[in-house]
Every structure is written in C-alpha cells, then in structure tokens.
C-alpha cells in the first residue's frame, strides 16, 4: 500500500461499522459510541485503498475554527502516514482557520504528529480523560507546518 491508492472522501452511514472497528481498538477506555459517530457523519473523513477503510477524522467547524474531534488509524498500518494524511486534508481544506485539539498526555506519538503540523501545546485539562490529563494544542490561521 502506498498513499498514492489513498483517497480521502466523506464518510457514509454504510462506514459506521468499520469505523467502530478502528475505534474500539484505539480508545478501549474512551472510544465513541456508534450513535456519535452517526451523529458527526457530516463531519467525518475517512481514508480508504481498495475499498478498505484506513482511518478516519472527525471535525467540528464554528466559523473560523477548526476542532479536531476524533482521528484514528487502524493499528495494524499505523506509522504509514495515514494521520498524516488526514490531517493535511482538513488543514488544507480549511486554510482560514485555527485549529484546536485534546490529546493524551501520554499519547506520544499523536503529540509528535500534531506537533509536525504546527500545533503547539497551550494548557493542560487536568483529569479529562478520568484519571488521565489532556493537552489542549493549537494551529493558527495560515501556519505552515514545521518540515
């Protein structure tokens, strides 16, 4: 699989149960009900190869700000740039706005890609994931990423 055979498109209701797959095997403690995603199919993004979901964003949009909801990617093909990937989709798509996000404190690895795409950290949400805090990060209109 390259990331020439991936194409980005919207998401549909028929997604739903592939996109819980992805979902329950990355947030066991957190993961979004299928009634959520039904509720945000509007604003939700997959990337798919061969008719195979691969992963998925989801975005809420109030004027010119941008709120990363959700993004995942299957396990088995993590480290592939699919997040990448989604991503770059939504910011480019979007190039007047900010963008914000929560992410795991100990999500490292998540915290490295978005800091790749210019977020950067601006407080701490203590306690959001229950006993786990949240980073709250920030892109700013027409910020380029950090290559």
């Known amino acids: 699989m390259t990331n020439k ?28 009900s299928e009634e959520s995603f039904a509720s945000s199919i509007k604003n939700t993004l997959i990337a798919e190869s061969d008719g195979e ?22 396990p088995d093909i993590r480290g592939k740039g699919i997040g990448s ?3 770059d989709f939504v910011i480019k798509n979007n190039p007047d ?3 914000f ?4 404190t100990s999500n490292k690895i998540a915290i490295r890609l ?6 950067k950290k601006i407080y701490l949400r203590k306690n959001y994931y ?8 920030a892109r700013h209109k027409n910020q380029s990423k950090l290559n």
């Open 130 to 137: 229950g006993n786990e805090d949240a980073i709250v990060m």
């Open 53 to 74: 979901i691969l992963g998925y964003i989801v975005i809420s949009k109030t004027l010119d700000e941008v709120n990363i909801d959700n993004i995942a990617v299957r």
């Open 114 to 119: 978005y800091e790749k795409f210019g977020f």
């Open 5 to 32: 055979n991936i194409t980005i498109r919207n998401a549909e209701i028929k997604d739903i149960p592939s996109i819980m797959e992805i979902e329950k095997a990355s947030f066991q403690d957190f993961s979004w």
């Open 97 to 99: 706005c900010s963008f």
């Open 85 to 87: 990937l989604l991503l």
């Open 101 to 104: 996000l929560e992410v795991m």
